[in-house]
Nanobody
Framework: VQLQACGGGLVQPGGSLRLSCTTS????????VGWFRQAPGKEREWVGFIRRIGEGTTYYTHSVKGRFTISRDNAKNTVYLQMNSLKPEDTAVYYC?????????????????????WGQGTQVTVSS
């Protein structure tokens, strides 16, 4: 099972990017898929997640709420992270993750240990 995040790049402050998370080996529909990020010299930070199909609820960390949106395209077996109004502090390597275990409390879902599969990261740089 492999996850792959792509779509990163260099963007000016205020701009937008859309990251994609795809997989080989299983269908993302049935699992909670999330995003983390890690800026240079900082700890990895939870960004948000979308619950599995049939629920589809999304949750975000406070700093990205209202600017970032996580969505699914089930036909393409892809989860997206749409990032708008980007700020220099959003600069980081972004990782998509998947949880195959059952539901747990929201606070636990913000921890690295809540996820079973991690993709390689994609770099997002917000700079003028």
């Amino acid at each position: 099972v492999q996850l792959q995040a792509c779509g990163g790049g260099l963007v000016q402050p205020g701009g937008s990017l859309r990251l994609s998370c795809t997989t080989s080996g299983f269908t993302l529909d049935y699992y909670t898929v999330g995003w983390f990020r890690q800026a240079p010299g900082k700890e990895r930070e939870w960004v948000g997640f979308i619950r599995r199909i049939g629920e589809g609820t999304t949750y975000y960390t406070h700093s990205v709420k209202g600017r970032f949106t996580i969505s699914r395209d089930n036909a393409k077996n892809t989860v997206y992270l749409q990032m708008n109004s980007l700020k220099p502090e959003d600069t980081a390597v972004y990782y998509c993750v998947a949880r195959t275990r059952g539901r747990t409390i929201l606070s636990a879902m913000q921890e690295n240990s809540a996820y079973d599969y991690w993709g390689q990261g994609t770099q997002v740089t917000v700079s003028s």
